[in-house]
């Protein structure tokens, strides 16, 4: 297989996007073997970088230009397999650890956050993950596959116990078992509680992996997804989460995945790539 041309996130000159000068390296995986209702999730990271050439790059709340701080887009991960994409994703991000970069990774179906959580846990220790998401993924298996998008958390959870979850709101009573009650907020629960975003951080360790998967947001605002599910969290709150959590706890990497773009509504796409700068504009304040 060959990798097809990719631009650079934001749209950025050589200036700011320069490896070597670059404190940030976005790393696409296009990958999606096993998504099990809407196809489309391996267009997302080409969409979410093309998006992304249309912010703009002044940031106001933070009152910040994170793209100076350089923004290196690598060439994209192909796979024949999951197996084969986790490690060589494990193998690529745990590079541009050892680099001094702070790595972010684009989805693709949630699976391919497996590499990348693996290679931040080896690298850091006292690592916990805030996982954003409507559904736990904690099935052992899914249709007869233990790397289905179904189970990529019950697979995390192998690497740690540590594990927030946040805006649930869809799940199989076969992954009761493997859920820590305390460590899951329900997005019922959210809406019902005034005090949940300092309780979510409460439980995170000194070093934190972010994973967010796109359907953690409400449909109305992120349609494109593979399984969109009612109720979901909405833009404001979800930044109010991701600024305090990186006010209170050192954020090491993180990964947006699950975007299915829509021919006829780039909306979605773009609120993927704001959503990303906002997240190093809190990280590099």
């Not at 953690?216 to 989460?241: A, K």
Request: hydrophobic fraction near 35%; proline fraction near 4%; charged fraction near 25%.
């Amino acid at each position: 297989m060959k990798s097809h041309p990719i631009h650079n996130f934001g749209g950025l000159p050589a200036e700011y996007s320069d490896y070597k000068k670059s404190k940030t390296v976005i790393l696409p995986v296009p990958f999606e073997r096993t998504s099990s209702w809407i196809k489309g999730s391996a267009r997302g990271p080409e969409a979410i970088i093309s998006a992304s050439g249309n912010m703009e790059l002044y940031d106001i709340e933070t009152d910040s230009e994170v793209y100076k701080k350089g923004i290196h887009t690598a060439d994209e991960i192909l796979a024949g397999s999951s197996r084969q994409m986790i490690g060589k994703v494990k193998k690529k991000v745990l590079k541009f650890l050892n680099d001094g970069k702070f790595v972010v990774v684009l989805g693709g179906e949630h699976t391919v956050s497996l590499g990348s959580i693996t290679a931040h846990a080896g690298h850091f220790s006292n690592m916990s993950i805030l996982h954003l998401d409507a559904h736990s993924d904690m099935r052992d298996s899914y249709e007869d596959n233990k790397y289905s998008h179904a189970c990529v958390m019950a697979r995390a959870k192998e690497i740690t116990e540590n594990i927030i979850s946040v805006g649930i709101r869809s799940m199989a009573s076969c992954e009761l078992e493997n859920i820590r009650r305390e460590n899951i907020f329900y997005a019922d629960d959210i809406r019902r509680s005034s005090d949940w975003i300092e309780r979510v951080t409460e439980r995170l360790s000194g070093n934190v992996y972010i994973t967010i998967d796109l359907d953690v947001f409400d449909p109305s605002i992120m349609p494109s997804t593979g399984t969109p599910e009612p109720g979901g969290l909405l833009w404001y709150e979800t930044l109010d989460l991701l600024r305090h959590v990186s006010g209170k706890i050192n954020i090491v990497g993180f990964d947006v995945v699950e975007l299915c773009p829509s021919k006829g509504n780039p909306a979605p796409d773009f609120l993927a790539a704001k959503l990303i700068y906002k997240l190093l504009s809190f990280k590099f304040i």
